[in-house]
């Protein structure tokens, strides 16, 4: 009979197909890194573009403040230019307002009758004088009431004085502003 010996064979296919599976291993784990490494690769790359995009984003908010302080700044420069030229309004409004009423009672008012007192306070105005007699105090009235500055004359006293011995009629006088 005929033996054959067939156990180096089949250690041999052993050493062989381990060989075989380490090598698949091998190729596996080289294959799983180079795929994470890949991954890994494009991660940092999008953290990379996500920290470039964020420092974009803050330095855009950074000159949009300074964008808006400017603003601000403008904002109360307009608001102080605006109350200077109201206040200018108001002061060219009261520089021309009383001058030009009091000019048009220096021109109404008649002769022998002097005004001593004259006091404006908002819409009401107070006028005292000192005339010889009641017709020229009629006058006068009629001439205020009949002007485009005043409405609404009233006398409110009459009453005889005597200056340096002349006899004279003082009389005050209240009315408004158109």
Do not use: H
């Not at 404006?120 to 500055?149: P, T």
């Not at 009453?159 to 209240?174: A, N, V, Y």
């Amino acid at each position: 009979m005929i033996k054959i010996n067939l156990l180096p064979v089949r250690a041999g296919k052993k050493k062989e197909t381990a060989i075989q599976q380490l090598a698949i291993v091998c190729v596996s784990l080289t294959v799983v890194f180079l795929v994470i490494g890949v991954l890994y690769g494009l991660k940092l790359g999008q953290i990379s573009s996500t920290k470039n995009d964020i420092a974009a984003a803050n330095t855009r908010i950074n000159e949009l403040k300074a964008k808006i302080g400017k603003l601000e700044e403008v904002k109360k420069f307009k608001e102080q230019v605006k109350m200077k030229l109201d206040v200018l309004t108001q002061l060219r409004k009261n520089k021309t307002g009383p001058a030009k009423r009091l000019a048009t009672l220096s021109d109404i008012t008649p002769d022998k009758l002097w005004l001593t007192a004259y006091a404006e306070s908002n819409e009401n105005v107070k006028l005292s004088g000192i005339s010889y007699s009641e017709d020229l105090i009629a006058q006068f009235m009629r001439s205020v009431q009949s002007s485009n500055d005043y409405t609404g004359v009233e006398l409110v006293v009459s009453e005889q004085k005597e200056i340096l011995g002349t006899k004279l009629k003082s009389f005050d006088l209240s009315f408004k502003l158109k």
